[in-house]
């Protein structure tokens, strides 16, 4: 019965974390410092009619209490530092402030994320030239923070831009560098500040629920003009290649749709369990099951999701977790398929407890299986474990 006491607390852990409401955190960073937080920063949140006010301490983290799931606006203010505003939601996140940049031709592109273990890179492509973090500096333009850990910063600036050059900025997803299909820079919350001398000219943020592993932001034309690209893109190669595949876009007398392709738009949680199920067919059972939780995440009630995360559980021997989804599929599960879903979380657990030897919770299930919906498989299974 070992699985039945971890799935409890397993079950026990997710609803205290439901229940647990956090008030609005965030932490502050220098944008050209790396790990180098603002204290003192002035932090306020508009809602509606209301405003909530802060500010941060010395490891530049500000808690605003009464702001619990806020929605709303943040601006945050420092002497000496070019004002950030960012909508909400932002619970948890790092964001990076710019020291004003005193020189008004000058531009400062800062790359915020929050998504642990998750690496990303800046790219700034120009004619021949490629700035990251292999490089570090090129003509006119440096990077002054490169970032390996979970929030960045990543901040790139060009002090003087080179006359008749246009640019082409994006992010790279190095984690999941040779995984084109993956979700991860789609949900890494990832923002990009744009500052050119005193003032934040625009804000993108990383287009939600998207596969890929390329954020191409925005083309900065050789007039100055700010072109918005904001497209997920799936690249299996290297810094060089994405260069390469850069050049077309910085012939500023090409339209963007003309060069760079349309991302493939969001996935929604029944095309990630179609993935999982192609994963699952192929005897892949762990690639099945990053798609299963992956359509779980995205809409929590997803019974057949459940059910089928619960088989490939099974499937990779891991029995505590099978019986945990098995539980939610058999909980959630309701419409015209409800009977199919319950009748084969309810056989998949009998499963479970057979091949634990626990033969009469087995029987037991395989009789709630038949139950909620007849099938040869599951009479066969009942008179399997009666004969014992």
Request: aromatic share 8%; with cysteine; glycine share 8%.
């Amino acid at each position: 019965m070992a699985f039945f006491r971890l799935a409890a607390v397993l079950w026990l852990g997710m609803a205290m974390g439901a229940a647990q409401a956090q008030a609005l955190s965030i932490q502050v960073l220098d944008a050209v410092v790396k790990d180098s937080p603002l204290a003192d920063v002035q932090v306020q949140l508009q809602q509606d009619k209301s405003q909530v006010s802060g500010r941060t301490d010395a490891q530049g983290r500000a808690v605003l209490e009464d702001a619990e799931g806020a929605a709303g606006e943040l601006l945050l203010r420092k002497q000496g530092y070019a004002d950030l505003r960012v909508k909400c939601p932002c619970q948890g996140l790092g964001l990076a402030m710019s020291p004003v940049l005193q020189d008004p031709r000058s531009l400062r592109i800062v790359l915020s994320w929050s998504a642990p273990g998750q690496d990303l890179d800046t790219y700034l492509a120009y004619p021949h030239k490629l700035l990251y973090f292999g490089t570090g500096k090129g003509q006119g333009a440096r990077l002054d923070v490169d970032s390996t850990d979970s929030g960045g910063p990543e901040t790139i600036t060009i002090d003087e831009p080179v006359p008749g050059d246009a640019y082409v900025f994006a992010v790279h997803d190095f984690t999941n560098g040779n995984n084109p299909e993956s979700l991860h820079l789609g949900r890494s919350r990832a923002w990009v500040h744009v500052y050119k001398g005193p003032s934040l000219i625009r804000s993108y943020r990383v287009p939600e629920n998207r596969q890929g592993n390329l954020w191409v932001v925005f083309r900065l034309s050789a007039a100055g003009q700010l072109q918005d690209i904001d497209r997920v893109l799936q690249e299996n190669r290297g810094p060089e290649p994405i260069m390469i595949s850069f050049d077309p876009l910085l012939d500023g007398t090409r339209p963007i749709d003309e060069v760079v392709a349309k991302d493939a738009g969001p996935v929604d949680a029944k095309t990630l369990n179609r993935k999982g199920e192609e994963y699952y067919r192929r005897g892949d059972f762990g690639g099945a099951g990053i798609y299963y939780k992956q359509a779980i995440e995205m809409d929590p009630g997803y019974a057949q999701a459940y059910s089928n995360l619960a088989l490939a559980y099974r499937k990779n021997n891991r029995p505590d977790e099978a019986i945990l989804a098995d539980r939610q599929a058999i909980a959630l599960a309701s419409g015209p398929a409800a009977a199919t879903i319950r009748a084969s979380a309810y056989y998949d657990m009998g499963r479970v407890f057979e091949e634990a030897g626990q033969f009469a919770m087995a029987l037991e299930n395989y009789r709630q299986a038949r139950e909620q919906k007849a099938n040869p498989v599951y009479d066969q299974a009942i008179e399997r474990l009666q004969q014992r």
